[in-house]
């Protein structure tokens, strides 16, 4: 199993919700931000706390943690 040194939990902040380490930003803001800000630099410029390494962690972690159910979309 893949150790993730900068995903933490902390049940008193944020619920729970894993976060980048420890601080109030959530795995799951992280991959949305990444979708919101596909330019590296425009990211980077918005959350200039984040590393690039905690952006890798943040994706890698959602990517192993997703369920692997059907999910149907409407078409377009």
Do not use: C, H, S, W
Request: net charge negative; no cysteine.
């Amino acid at each position: 199993m893949k150790t993730f040194d900068r995903i933490t939990r902390d049940p008193a902040m944020l619920g729970g919700q894993p976060t980048v380490r420890g601080m109030r930003l959530t795995v799951r803001r992280v991959v949305e931000a990444v979708a919101l800000y596909p330019n590296r630099d425009d990211l980077f410029a918005e959350y200039p706390e984040l590393e690039p390494e905690d952006v890798r962690q943040a994706l890698e972690f959602a990517a192993q943690n997703l369920d692997d159910r059907v999910i149907v979309l409407e078409l377009a």
